[in-house]
């Protein structure tokens, strides 16, 4: 088993809502942040934000207006919305373990490709 | 924000040579808030280093980094067939953290 698996809806229309979510099976939940991470296809890779087991959430603010990332410590999971999308927002998104808030990332989830078109 | 400015774009070597990866911020750090990642085609990224300097979990001592400040160095020493891929540096010393444009790794 992965030690991050994600999963999610892979094509979506323009102004619709991404959702992704990421299970935990490595460590402990509580001891870590929760990062998504994204690139878009032959790009370099974007921090979007981070939560915490209590939900202290942290964002990147160029998304900061459309972004939520949510967790659920009864399943050890966190999730990812991001609102109102574009075709600028074709993406892979990653989920990824941080050691603290603001750090390295590692392990990371496989990765989930998100298209957006009409 | 700090931006991370990675060089050479692209580095074309051959098996057994010796890579040097530069990643040169835009603000100089206080601290050796830098990683480094390995990503292959399809793949997520791969933590190689973290703190400038540290090698991860099961990252052969081929791989070593260094540096402060602005400038930072990935070297790899001596390069097998599996190393060539496209090489990312992060600063986390501030948020937002931040990755450099990647440094692509040919084969010669």
């Known amino acids: 088993q992965a030690q991050l698996e994600q999963w999610g809806a892979g094509l979506l229309k323009p102004s619709e809502t991404l959702s992704l979510t990421c299970a935990v099976y490595?460590?402990?939940?509580?001891?870590?942040?929760w990062s998504w991470i994204r690139q878009p296809p032959g790009k370099g890779l974007e921090w979007i934000g981070e939560?915490?087991?209590?939900?202290?959430?942290n964002y990147n603010p160029s998304l900061k207006s459309r972004v939520t990332v949510s967790v659920d410590t009864s399943k050890n999971q966190f999730s990812l919305n991001l609102n109102s999308v574009t075709a600028a927002d074709t993406a892979v998104y990653y989920c990824?373990?941080?050691?603290?808030?603001?750090?390295?990332?590692?392990?990371w989830g496989q990765g989930t490709l998100v298209t957006v078109s009409s | 924000e700090i931006v991370l400015t990675q060089s050479p774009g692209t580095l074309s070597l051959s098996p057994g040579e010796r890579a040097t990866l530069s990643c040169r911020a835009s603000q100089s750090f206080s601290s050796s808030s830098l990683a480094w990642y390995q990503q292959k085609p399809g793949q997520a990224p791969r933590l190689l280093i973290y703190g400038a300097s540290s090698r991860a979990t099961g990252i052969p001592d081929r791989f070593s980094g260094s540096g402060s400040g602005t400038d930072f160095t990935l070297t790899i020493s001596r390069l097998e067939p599996e190393d060539f891929a496209v090489y990312y540096c992060?600063?986390?010393?501030?948020?937002?953290?931040?990755f450099g444009q990647g440094t692509k790794l040919e084969i010669k």
């Open positions: 990824a373990r941080a050691q603290e808030r603001s750090n390295w990332f590692d392990p």
């Open positions: 992060q600063q986390y010393v501030s948020s937002p953290s931040t």
């Open positions: 490595v460590g402990s939940f509580s001891d870590y942040y």
């Open positions: 939560i915490n087991h209590s939900g202290f959430t």
